[in-house]
């Protein structure tokens, strides 16, 4: 337990008053670890999903839709819309709201269907 | 109600729909009823599959070779967006002795007017790059094609000019003298008209039972599998001839396994299961497990894809495996066109270019004897 | 395969299948609980996960209290939690599929035994070859089930709504309760419903900037329901703490008002917030622009009842135009053995779930523990019950009683009107998964023919994708015209790999595993 850290809280109070979600629920995460997103280092905590580390970097979109070439990422946040379908170590279509980060996880963003590879 | 039609069609599926395209272009003013929307049965539960490599030689790969054509002219002919492919079929045989079935049984087609390629196993992944190592070999049939049959049967239906109501369920057919049709009654009244077609499909059996006449139509359950949306991974119509000997009756038939194939819209179709249950839409785990596992020993790179549905259809099946179509003898002015199985919207086309011809006299394009409706009457008919 | 049996199966373990899962293992039943998060909560008491470290979870929760107590009983009781396990379909064991429900009209064709198909990861499998997981597929035996799936959020789309920064309002919740994590500094919210006042009250807690919260109905329409307002002061006393936080936080409620169109390039920068006349039609000239990051928006929830409906359980239409399955006052659904309790049978939150939940776990204790002819229910005196308790099931009783009446009222206040489609553009996409537009959907209705949303389907292919239809299905049959609520018929609960399914033959597949609560 020494390890754990509290909630940095990356983001600057709005006043006084507010609090980062961290510092309401008195999170002590463990250590923080790097995962990388289209190749760039991100850090993300243990116990996030993909979606949470990702909306903590401010990272919004991580999906190009298949027809128009839109950008998605998560709507519902409960697993039912399949709207933040992500590309993570190379398997395509993961829900990032469903699917937990791990150190050094290859987050990319996923485009189409994801399975360009597969085309004959 | 405007003026009286010539003809009324009950089913606005792909059947009704083609019946009613080839009567109106004959020059004949068309009503299509249907209880239901459009496409709302069988044709909407359908794959689209236009095929004749399944077919044995015989009536019903008549009906086939001539409905291919129809439907290559139809595909030129409709606006955009039936999603016709001429993609062609490929049956492949997983060892010698299924080949050894798979040939002879190809080279009757042959015979028949069927266009048949043998493809050596070591040509197989030219066809189909992601197929499962180790199979015998295979047929290439390119007359096999594809279409979404939903859009077929709406664009069709639009084309033919027909009147469309839908909603509309049949509960009488009007007599006069001498038990001719006179035309058909719904909730909402009646309409009038010579010539009545029964193109309802899998409730053809019921409309007949309205004439009183027999038509023993039967449901025949098929389950269909529809993948997470793919880049194109499978070019043709592919399935499996399995060969099964059987010693006692010293015959051999082909057994084949679900076809699979892609859609211009993404999802691998695998399908369709076929079990005799009546009108039942219960989930049947063991039908999704053989097909899956037919689909995934075809492509093994299927098996870490996501089937996102599944749907159940209903085949329409007359106890002989062929459809009904033509004019009814015990019934003057009522046809049908129904009880087509598993190829309904294969062999459409050809059954509504058969029905427009009886319907102003015509000469059939091909001998319609073994479709009469009445050969199940005990007796052998009227 | 290895199939685990046990004399219940709860799937679902939000609050109702919390409670029915703990008063069955108290009852002595043997009981597994099925549900597709790590955690136990289902969405209302959704978790940090732990290595979070989340010292005072209580925060941003209503009612932890009943939760810390759902808990305890259930540990207490003879309750196998199997976490991520993804229930696909719920059969009838060993009729190969063929036991309609038609074919039991007497309903004794045996108490017999369901299977309960699963796949088993924390996104119930994944494709590809790095992922073996989605091949792990577990069947669980159960003589009796209870349904506890809960709900997911209504959406009605309008333009704007699938840029980066719109999410769903429960959505932004469970993001903030299970990852603490937050979608913008400056967050709209808006829809409809009382979910909307607690999501802005949580994430103003949580250092959110809320400029709007935006409800397109009245909440004068609770007036019309006097009786269930007074009966219920709980949930009053609830309103009333939202409220508060609210007026705590400086949070404006605008009623009769929606959010219009949302705008940005990459993101949300800006939402039009118009007035609504009666019927929910935007009113000319009335919008105003509201600079935000992100958007919360939600139109109710919509009970998950695919798994119920596929083993042809009866449904009923709500209030507020959605189907929730019709139960016996014994919480049975119309196919015998199975029951359901919460959300599924009506939205009616987490203080019903708890109560249903434990009503079935009642009646499935007397039903299992003392074979007879079922009576049939009473809607006064339920036979079925456990008479030994019956000061505890008459509580129950009139709590469900209660609380149900409440639920209505709500529903019909929140109802969306029949205009809300005049805010939609004809390039609005209203299928986000197969990017069909509105104009696209209003062309099969005016020009094909479609009548229906089924048709509208098959012609357009909206609902067709991932989700199917989760997601624009309210929309799509509110276009379509038919004025039925969208059907619920997806006889694959969730997507199943075909590894999975192939290996679903007896001998294969692997044990289910075990998780932590």
């Known amino acids: ?120 | 109600m405007t003026s009286t039609p010539d003809v009324i069609v009950v089913g606005a599926g792909i059947v009704g729909a083609a019946c009613a395209h080839y009567a109106a272009r004959a020059g004949l003013k068309v009503t299509v009823l249907d209880r239901g929307p459009v496409a709302g049965g069988t044709t909407g539960s359908g794959e689209g599959n236009l095929l004749v490599s399944d077919k044995a030689p015989g009536p019903e790969l008549e009906l086939a070779l001539q409905s291919a054509e129809l439907w290559r002219e139809l595909a030129e002919q409709l606006p955009r967006g039936v999603e016709y492919e001429p993609k062609g079929g490929l049956v492949v045989a997983s060892d010698e002795a299924a080949l050894t079935a798979l040939r002879t049984f190809a080279a009757a087609q042959e015979k028949a007017g069927v266009t048949v390629r043998e493809v050596p196993a070591d040509r197989l992944p030219h066809l189909e790059p992601h197929l499962a190592p180790g199979l015998a070999g295979g047929v290439h049939y390119p007359q096999d094609a594809q279409v979404m049959p939903a859009l077929a049967a709406a664009r069709l239906l639009r084309a033919s000019g027909a009147e469309l109501r839908p909603g509309q369920e049949v509960t009488g057919l009007l007599t006069g003298p001498g038990g001719a049709v006179r035309g058909v009654r719904t909730a909402s009244g009646v309409l009038h008209a010579p010539y009545v077609v029964n193109a309802a499909g899998t409730w053809g059996g019921e409309l007949a039972r309205l004439a009183g006449v027999l038509l023993p139509v039967l449901p025949r359950r098929g389950f269909v599998l529809v993948t997470e949306p793919l880049p194109r991974v499978v070019r043709h119509k592919v399935y499996a001839a399995d060969y099964v000997a059987d010693v006692a009756s010293d015959s051999a038939a082909l057994q084949t396994s679900p076809v699979v194939e892609g859609t211009p819209a993404g999802p691998v179709l695998i399908g369709a299961s076929r079990e005799r249950v009546g009108f039942d839409r219960t989930l049947s785990v063991p039908a999704l497990r053989r097909l899956a596992a037919g689909a995934t020993a075809l492509f093994p790179v299927l098996a870490g894809v996501r089937v996102i549905r599944t749907y159940a259809g209903f085949r329409p099946y007359l106890p002989d495996h062929l459809p009904a179509i033509g004019a009814d003898p015990r019934v003057p002015g009522l046809l049908h066109a129904c009880g087509h199985e598993g190829a309904g919207i294969g062999l459409a086309p050809v059954t509504g270019r058969i029905i427009a011809e009886c319907l102003v006299g015509g000469q059939p394009p091909l001998d319609i004897s073994p479709f009469d409706p009445a050969r199940f009457e005990a007796g052998g008919g009227a | 395969m290895v199939t685990e049996s046990y004399d219940l199966v709860v799937v679902g373990a939000g609050p109702a299948g919390l409670a029915g899962a703990g008063a069955a293992g108290q009852l002595g039943l043997r009981v597994a609980l099925l549900d597709m998060a790590e955690r136990i909560g289902g969405q209302f008491y959704r978790q940090p996960a732990a290595a979070l470290g989340a010292t005072r979870p209580q925060a941003l929760h209503h009612d932890w209290d009943a939760f810390v107590a759902l808990r305890g009983r259930l540990a207490a009781g003879r309750v196998e939690h199997l976490g991520r396990h993804h229930v696909w379909a719920v059969e009838r064991d060993g009729d190969g599929g063929r036991g309609g429900p038609g074919e039991r009209p007497g309903g004794r064709r045996g108490d017999g035994e369901w299977v309960v198909h699963a796949v088993v990861g924390e996104d119930g499998g994944e494709g590809g070859e790095g992922g073996g997981e989605g091949r792990r597929a577990v069947r669980v035996r159960a003589r009796a089930v209870l349904l506890a799936t809960g709900a997911y959020e209504r959406q009605l789309p309008f333009p704007g709504w699938t840029l980066p920064g719109v999410v769903g309002a429960g959505g932004a919740q469970a993001m903030l309760k299970g990852g603490l994590v937050r979608p913008g500094k400056r967050v709209v919210v808006a829809g409809s419903g009382p979910l909307l006042l607690a999501v802005a009250s949580s994430l103003a807690s949580a250092g959110v900037e809320v400029p709007a919260v935006i409800e397109a109905s009245g909440y004068l329409g609770y007036a019309r329901h006097p009786r269930a307002l007074a009966a219920n002061p709980r949930k009053l006393a609830e309103g009333l703490t939202h409220g508060a936080a609210l007026l705590r936080h400086r949070i404006p409620l605008r009623t009769r008002s929606a959010v219009t169109e949302a705008y940005g390039s990459e993101r949300v920068e800006a939402v039009t917030v118009s007035r609504l006349d009666a019927r929910w039609r935007p009113v000319p000239g009335s919008g105003r622009r509201i600079a935000c990051d992100a958007l919360a928006v939600g139109h109710g929830l919509v009970p998950g009842i695919e798994l119920a409906t596929t083993l042809g359980c009866a449904t009923r239409s709500t209030a507020d135009n959605t189907l929730a399955l019709r139960l016996s006052s014994t919480q049975e659904t119309s196919v015998r053995g199975i029951w359901a309790a919460g959300e599924v049978g009506g939205v009616a939150g987490a203080q019903l779930a708890c109560a249903e939940g434990e009503l079935a776990a009642l009646a499935i204790a007397a039903r299992l523990t003392k074979p007879g002819p079922y009576a049939g229910p009473d809607p006064r005196r339920p036979s079925g019950l456990d008479p030994g308790r019956p000061a505890r099931v008459g509580q129950l009783l009139s709590r469900r009683a209660r609380l149900r009446a409440f639920a209505e009222a709500m529903a019909a206040a929140h109802a969306p009107g029949p205009g809300w489609t005049d805010w939609l553009s004809d390039d609005t996409e209203v299928c986000r998964c197969e990017e069909v537009t509105a104009g696209r959907i209003r062309a099969a209705v005016t020009d094909e023919g479609a009548r229906d949303a089924r048709t509208v389907k098959l012609f357009t292919r909206a609902g067709m994708g991932w989700c199917q239809g989760r997601m624009c299905g309210a929309a799509v049959s509110c276009l379509a015209g038919d004025g039925q609520p969208p059907a619920q018929r997806r006889p694959l609960a969730v997507p199943v790999t075909l590894g999975a399914l192939a290996a679903e033959g007896p001998g294969c597949g692997q044990e289910p595993s075990r998780s932590q609560t």
């Open chain 1, 1 to 120: 337990m020494s390890r754990r850290q509290r909630w940095s809280g990356r983001e600057a109070r709005v006043d006084g008053a507010a609090r980062t979600p961290g510092e309401l629920a008195g999170a002590r995460p463990g250590p923080a670890f790097e995962i990388t997103v289209d190749g760039r280092a991100l850090p993300a905590l243990p116990g996030q999903t993909v979606a949470a580390a990702l909306w903590a970097a401010g990272i919004l979109a991580w999906r190009t839709t298949r027809a128009g070439g839109k950008p998605r990422g998560v709507f519902c946040g409960i697993g039912q819309c399949f709207d933040c379908l992500v590309t993570v170590n190379g398997v395509a279509n993961r829900r990032a709201c469903l699917v937990g980060v791990r150190p050094g996880d290859a987050i990319g963003t996923q485009e189409g269907e994801g399975r360009g590879e597969l085309a004959v």
